[in-house]
């Protein structure tokens, strides 16, 4: 069993997640066959065109709709109040679904200063119960200080790029004492180069485990939420089965140290509609 994670609103979510970009045409067999493994969070977008497919995966599961967390984001271009709360309708169509359990903003977008204001939006959406917590990706502590002074509501959850090559120490420690979870986009760096890593691989030797389900337990350990993607049920259920060993300290700080920088967008800057 997946253990569950509090957040501030006091819902609880599965200590991790499916991811889904960029699933396609795969989406409904992918997402059907992750619930069947025992997976119960779905991450989607409304920029990565799949929440149809998603929905219709959640919907063909069988699995009853109050066990499973369908996360979605609002994209650039419907940022604002009254565009926020009509691309809310639009996903919520699509994904053939009564509520949202978690929607987030997908990035800042600072230049278009239109965050403050959608975030307003999303405090609404959870007002009217149509979403049940509600959240931001890619904020940095200055954009997570500002929607908090405007508002007075912190947000469930920052996710954030992070994984060993990026370990974001600082926004970790930032989210936490703001009451945020941390959850983890591209959490296998994109599974190539990471996956060979001989630190890594030397660990899960010991372990008797993937190099994979080391990484994932790293993420676990620290306290933050992966959301993998795969669309294969082998590496689906490998993913997922990470609550039966544990690593020490020491092979958390090596795992740590192998930190080097960014592979996607910078949030102060990075512009995505
Ligand atoms: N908020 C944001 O701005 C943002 C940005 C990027 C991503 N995301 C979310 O985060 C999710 C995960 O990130 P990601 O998809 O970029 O990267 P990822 O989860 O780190 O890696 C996915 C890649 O690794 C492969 N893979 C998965 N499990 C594996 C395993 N056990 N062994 C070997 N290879 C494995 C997958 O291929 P197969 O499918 O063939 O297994 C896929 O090519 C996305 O799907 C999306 O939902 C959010």
Redesign the pocket.
């Known amino acids: 069993m997946v253990p569950l994670l509090t957040l501030n609103d006091g819902s609880r979510i599965p200590a991790i997640g499916l991811?889904?970009?960029?699933m396609k045409e795969d989406a409904p067999t992918a997402v059907r066959s992750a619930l069947e493994l025992g997976y119960r969070l779905v991450?989607?977008?409304a920029s990565?065109g799949n929440e149809e497919g998603v929905g219709r995966g959640i919907a063909e599961s069988g699995v009853p709709r109050e066990e499973i967390v369908v996360t979605t984001?609002l994209r650039g271009q419907d940022q604002g109040y009254e565009s926020t709360l009509r691309a809310f309708e639009t996903s919520r169509r699509k994904l053939g679904v009564e509520y949202v359990d978690l929607y987030?903003i997908?990035?800042p977008l600072p230049r278009v200063d239109k965050y403050v204001d959608s975030w307003r939006a999303m405090i609404t959406l959870r007002e009217e119960g149509v979403v049940r917590s509600i959240g931001v990706?890619?904020f940095s502590a200055a954009h997570l200080d500002r929607i908090i002074a405007e508002t007075d509501v912190a947000p469930a959850v920052n996710?954030i790029?992070l994984?060993p090559y990026f370990t974001q120490r600082d926004l970790r420690a930032a989210d936490a004492e703001r009451t945020v979870l941390t959850q983890s986009?591209?959490?296998?760096?994109?599974?190539a180069e990471l996956?060979t890593e001989p630190v890594i691989e030397q660990i899960a030797g010991r372990h008797d485990v993937?190099v994979?389900?080391v990484v994932l337990r790293w993420h676990v350990q620290l306290g933050v939420l992966p959301?993998?993607?795969?669309?294969?049920p082998v590496?689906q259920r490998?993913?997922l089965d990470v609550f039966g060993f544990e690593l020490s300290e020491s092979e958390m700080a090596q795992i740590t140290a192998l930190h080097r920088g960014r592979q996607?967008g910078d949030p102060d800057v990075h512009e995505e509609f």
């Open positions: 991811g889904t970009y960029p991450d989607t977008a990565y984001k987030l997908h990035w990706s890619n996710q790029e994984h986009w591209r959490p296998l760096a994109r599974g996956l993937e994979s389900q959301i993998p993607k795969s669309s294969s590496r490998s993913n996607g």
